[in-house]
């Protein structure tokens, strides 16, 4: 079965520009999350999708945007890009989104994104 | 101050050592606690997790919960150059969809 999917692998941005990321999920499973990893802060949850609707949202201002599709594909969108921004974002599906309490969540290796 | 530390490391130790990884917390709604393994390139994979206090253990590695000092701990033992790699632990509350807590990691290097 294929594994979590992240297009593109890397990625450099200017301020001010927009980006989207893709993420595919495993196959079956319709709960999509988002992470933004970085050194000094660590893994931080951005949001989460479940049959297209967002369900849980962290902590990140509204330039943090995302969507999924009806099949559970999902994109995440940064608008007005800032230095801070860059980082290692991460998708993880899992099957509902409820045994990810559990660690029942599967990571994709994730975007690489520089704002420059 | 942060719902979670974790000690960033690095932290190296040489082959066949017993490794101790560690995490404080603050949140005592947390009743889920996971410990993850990431490699470089990759994104973090789950090694165990444990529900409320006490231990698990799973080959060599070991969960150990103190939710009295809101403490846990990961121990791996007999460490192999193959466990090098960040470690990541996560917390969560139960009831519902509840989003995961992470900490920062410590990077692990295991010398041959």
């Known amino acids: 079965k294929a594994g979590v999917t992240q297009t593109p692998r890397y990625l450099i941005k200017t301020r001010g520009q927009q980006v989207t990321l893709s993420c595919s999920p495993i196959s079956g499973h319709r709960s999509v999350s988002w992470y933004q990893q970085t050194p000094g802060q660590g893994l931080q949850f951005l949001f989460e999708y479940f049959s297209e609707t967002q369900r849980n949202k962290g902590n990140f201002p509204g330039r943090f945007s995302g969507r999924q599709f009806s099949n559970s594909r999902s994109e995440m969108n940064v608008s007005t890009l800032e230095l801070g921004d860059s980082a290692l974002y991460l998708c993880a599906s899992s099957w509902t989104g409820t045994g990810v309490i559990r660690g029942e969540q599967y990571f994709g290796p994730g975007t690489r994104l520089t704002v420059t | 101050q942060k719902e979670v530390e974790q000690d960033p490391g690095p932290l190296s130790v040489p082959e066949g050592a017993i490794v101790s990884l560690n995490c404080t917390y603050s949140?005592?709604?947390?009743?889920?606690f996971m410990w993850y393994r990431q490699y470089s390139r990759k994104g973090p994979e789950l090694l165990m997790y444990t529900y409320s206090s006490g231990n698990k253990e799973d080959g060599r590695f070991t969960a150990q919960v103190d939710k009295s000092s809101k403490y846990i701990s990961l121990f791996i033992r007999d460490s192999q150059p193959s466990d090098s790699a960040t470690y990541l632990c996560a917390m969560s509350s139960s009831g519902g969809y509840q989003k995961v807590t992470f900490g920062t990691g410590t990077k692990l290097q295991v010398i041959p």
């Open positions: 949140n005592s709604a947390f009743q889920y």
